[in-house]
């Protein structure tokens, strides 16, 4: 009786301990009252973003009016690696961390060593003081910059969620619409543990972790948790701890269960060998008393 009481309090602390280690450490989270007090960007309260910055692998856009003959400068340019545009016959320009007024004035300046100022669009005639006047590299309306492909700000949604993954940042995403672009929760997720990560700025303090209530945002149209996104935020979708607990004891007694199998599959194996019983060459003699092959009634 007391080696099956122990039993049983060993068999108690090693499900205890796989619940525990199944669910993990539960970070504590910002109250939702707390939240709705503050100044957080949210669906009806969305703030505007800071001129983008152009990185790689962005798309942008450059649009030169009049250029030398043959050697237009026209078309989408993707950001490299090294932090460079081309413009093929003009060479590279470096776009890396600049706005696109900031990239403007840059290819302007680097093109006035193959195209005149006036075709660039750097002086004008001025009416009034009857002579030509210089024009800033940035107000020149001959040479056009926009960013067509944001595609270095984006965003993650992780964990029980229907194809996780990085999604591009376009000003707009709320936490529902990172959801619906993963293709929505899985059945294993725990709606009750959803996670907005963002990270602290460079020289701040500590990251924010952000609860979301995602049954009052669909259920109850509740804005409170309805974030607006950000570049570099982690939307973390957890598990069900039913089901992580599930999964983790099926891992625990995997190996057990093969080393079982294997077992039983060997014993099945030895038995069906014993009961088997091959005759020789096709056929089996039988013989008489003292050895004598016993002859059949037609043999002499």
């Known amino acids: 009786m007391d080696r099956t009481m122990q039993a049983h309090r060993r068999i108690g602390l090693l499900l205890a301990f796989a619940m525990s280690a199944a669910t993990g450490c539960q970070t504590v989270r910002t109250p939702e009252e707390k939240i709705a007090r503050s100044n957080i960007p949210k669906e009806f309260t969305k703030t505007s973003m800071p001129d983008y910055v152009v990185e790689p692998p962005d798309l942008i856009l450059v649009e030169v009016l009049e ?13 490299r690696p090294d932090g460079k545009v081309s413009l093929g016959f003009y060479g590279d320009v470096y776009v890396s961390g600049l706005t696109t007024d900031q ?3 840059k290819i302007v300046i680097h093109l006035r060593q193959f195209i005149p100022d006036q075709t660039l669009g750097l002086i004008r005639w001025d009416e009034r003081e009857d002579k030509w006047v210089e024009v800033e590299p940035k107000d020149s309306s001959r040479v056009f910059v926009d960013v067509t492909a944001y595609n270095s700000k984006v965003y993650y949604v992780q964990g029980d969620v229907a194809a996780p993954g990085r999604l591009p940042v376009t000003g707009n995403e709320t936490v529902l619409d990172a959801i619906n672009y993963a293709g929505g929760l899985a059945p294993t997720a725990a709606t009750q543990n959803i996670r907005l990560v963002r990270p602290a700025p460079p020289g701040a303090c500590c990251e924010q972790v952000l609860p979301v209530n995602i049954s009052a945002i669909v259920n109850a149209g509740d804005s409170t948790t309805n974030y607006q996104l950000m570049p570099g ?3 973390v979708v957890y598990r069900d701890p039913i089901v992580r607990t ?7 007694a995997s190996p057990f269960n093969t080393v079982l199998n294997s077992i039983l599959q060997y014993g099945f194996t030895a038995r069906t060998v014993k009961s088997i019983n091959v005759p020789i060459n096709g056929s089996s003699n039988t013989t008489g008393r003292g050895g004598t092959p016993s002859i059949g009634p037609g043999a002499r």
């Open 246 to 252: 599930t999964v983790f004891l099926d891992r625990l």
């Open 67 to 79: 250029t030398l003959p043959g050697r237009p400068i026209t078309g989408e340019r993707l950001v």
């Open 103 to 105: 990239i403007k004035e």
């Open 233 to 235: 935020d982690r939307l």
